[in-house]
């Protein structure tokens, strides 16, 4: 193996890197800005709830796509495309916001970009074994969640504050020039590519791609299979919830006001951020002595942390005081979740062929986030229903979380001895 290939911060491997910060910086600030600007318009966490959950069905949908697609093209070019295409998908917005059902504009363009985003996603880890060596996997994929976590630090944080101050139009503008610049910014960008023959039209494709996958995951790596419906299982009851409570408790439940809630809303989303890019450092410094087989303990944490969220509800009166007990805790959420994220995916990585790479993770990243539409609006209807005692809908999610956490303890050691 040559010098070039054991460095990990080679000039392809750097340009990616500070794409995605901007990519995803634009990603954050515009998916936090649209559901908040439609939370403050309707008060409504059952319609937040079903929005954000139709917004995650194309991801889920197009995923299996963007794997293939990722796998039979050249991953640069596909990150090019899509992020002008997420440019002008937000301009659009931008010019029709004031025209017809913003409702259903809101709705149809999170859709969009979430949909993007599920395609973009298998391009960018599915280029990682081709930019980085194996011993260096670990370190590459918490370089890249730790991008991820800065970028979603920074982009509510930025939202929150530039939102309240001038509105969503000016966002949205800021967002639309990140994604032109992180596109200019990967035609520089050398990803190695052997083309596969396609063999077919493209439903063909895809359907024999996808159905390659499973058979790789159900015969050669059966534990994978049960990896997958165990984070199905974390996504429905703990993430999910959280990605509804936290902005409906901040805004509509804590007593703050509009722009005050707004503003703390965005600080809570830097410091979950936070959390995942602490997470991410940890697992930079401790790769060597991280090992998948303690995943599942590292899950238990996580829904330990969700408890201390509803005592505060319960028994605090400070508005403020139970704010900084749920952003605290979703900060250890976030810093434990992306531990557990980058060892997962590390293993996977290793253990799949580079073939298959691409629709592998695609498949894994389709089935994992099935819950989560479904999650979303679930708990939607639910915060809706115990208004007055949010506490116990947290509490009902740290108990049923805690469980599969408990559950899945084996499973995880598996993953690491298979």
Partial sequence: MNQKQEKLFTKDFTLVVIGQIISLFGNATVRFALPLYLLNLTGSSALYGAVTACAFIPSILLSPVGGMIA??????????????????VILAFSLLMERGSLILLVAVTLMILYGIAGAYQPSVQASIPAL????????????????SSFSSLAGPVFGGIFYSAYGLRPVLF???????????????????????????????????????????????????????????GINLFLSAMLLVAVP??????????????????????????????????????????????????????????VFPMGIALLLTPSAMASYTVITICCFAIMALSTVF??????????????????????????????????????????????????????????????????????IFTNLMND
Avoid: H
């Fill in 174 to 232: 800021v967002c639309a020039a990140c994604f032109v610049l992180s596109a200019v910014m990967e035609l520089f960008i050398n990803i190695p590519f052997q083309k596969q023959e396609a063999g077919g039209g493209m439903l063909e494709t895809a359907k024999k791609d996808f159905v390659e996958s499973l058979r790789f995951v159900r015969k050669e790596k059966p534990v994978i299979i049960r990896c997958m419906l165990t984070v199905c």
């Fill in 132 to 147: 980085a060596c194996r011993e260096n996997f670990m370190a590459a994929n918490s370089v890249i969640n730790m991008v």
């Fill in 248 to 305: 409906y408790l901040i805004i509509e439940v804590l007593a703050f006001q509009p722009v005050q809630a707004n503003r703390l809303y965005g600080l809570a989303e830097g410091v979950m951020a936070a959390g995942g890019l602490a997470g991410g450092i940890c697992t930079g410094i401790f790769a060597k002595r991280l090992k998948a087989g303690k995943a599942g303990a590292i899950l238990i944490g996580c829904a330990v942390c």
């Fill in 71 to 88: 796998d039979r093209v050249n991953k640069r070019n596909i990150m090019v495309i899509l992020d002008f295409t997420t440019a002008a």
């Fill in 341 to 410: 994220t980058v060892q997962v995916m590390s293993v996977i990585q290793r253990e799949t062929p580079e073939k298959l790479l691409g629709k592998v993770i695609s498949v894994i990243m389709t089935v994992a986030m099935c819950a989560q539409p479904l999650g979303n609006a679930f708990y939607g209807v639910l915060f809706e229903l115990c208004r007055g005692a949010e506490f116990a809908v947290v509490f009902f999610a740290g108990a049923v979380s805690l469980v599969i956490a408990v559950r899945s303890r084996k």
